[in-house]
């Protein structure tokens, strides 16, 4: 007896801590924002603009090179040193443009933060008031790199985000 009403005891605690879960799938609500169509558009327009800008630069130093190349049996030593270091210099330059605009802390990253994650908190806005509306503890992003097993589709938000964003 003392252990069946332990059993019940420790069901009633653990159903007392029950949390309701819910998710959103984010890519999907992504495909139907126009302004985030507009942002990626944005965004790969200027990558394009840096990609030539740099590529200019390394063809720039594929010329030296090959200018060195050719008439580095005509050369003296200083000469040679010279293009060299001309050589170096502008590889050096075209490197440290290609960081300033991709690298880890670059405007590509400074671009795409400003533009794209006041669309990410709109969706997320959205989804933490459906949320506390409905009584969610948890929502969590399901994507095609997440390790979900299996979702219910009952405890899919997605659409109410949508819809309550208009989309």
Known sequence: MKNVLLVLMLIGFQMGFAQKIAYIEVDKILDKMPAFEMANNEIDAQ??????????????IEELYQAYVVNESQMTDEQKKQKQDEIFDAEKQANELKDSKFG???????????????IYDQIYNKTEEIAAEKGYDYVFEKSAESSWIYTNPALNLTEEVIKALNL
């Open 47 to 60: 990558i394009k603009l840096w990609d030539d800008e740099i590529d200019k630069k390394f063809d720039k």
């Open 104 to 118: 880890n802390e670059g405007e590509l990253m400074k671009l795409q933060e400003q533009k794209l994650k006041p």
